[in-house]
């Protein structure tokens, strides 16, 4: 049975940090990319940051130089450190598990989301 459950979210200060945490269990871990989403009030699912198998990253403009994605393969975790955090920031935050064949996505996983407010 896969899980995939994030953590770490709350309520922060603009320009606090936090740092968010995915586990997941059920599936090779290690063969999918890692990505994390967030969708806010009214708006569309975003990207925001990625992690291939190969510990290659890409972010979204509005989080570059702020947020950094990692994983441990070792832990099935990803994680996303989130710092000089803005009100925009504000967001359920997703994490999501893809696992691609010649660029197709073969199987994916989606955990709950984690709330992040960015409020004084």
């Known amino acids: 049975q896969v899980h995939v459950v994030e953590s770490g979210g709350g309520l922060v200060q603009p320009g606090g940090s936090l740092r968010l945490s995915c586990a997941a269990s059920?599936?090779?871990?290690?063969?999918?990319?890692l990505n994390w989403y967030r969708q806010a009030p009214g708006k569309e699912r975003e990207l925001v940051a990625g992690?291939?198998?190969?510990?290659?990253?890409n972010y979204a403009d509005s989080v570059k130089g702020r947020f950094t994605i990692s994983r441990d393969n070792a832990k099935n975790t990803v994680y996303l450190q989130m710092n000089s955090l803005k009100p925009e920031d504000t967001a359920v935050y997703y994490c999501?598990?893809?696992?691609?064949?010649?660029?197709?996505?073969?199987?994916?996983?989606w955990g709950q989301g984690t709330l992040v407010t960015v409020s004084e």
């Open positions: 999501n598990a893809r696992r691609l064949l010649y660029g197709l996505t073969q199987s994916e996983y």
């Open positions: 059920g599936f090779t871990f290690s063969s999918y990319t």
């Open positions: 992690i291939t198998i190969f510990d290659s990253t």
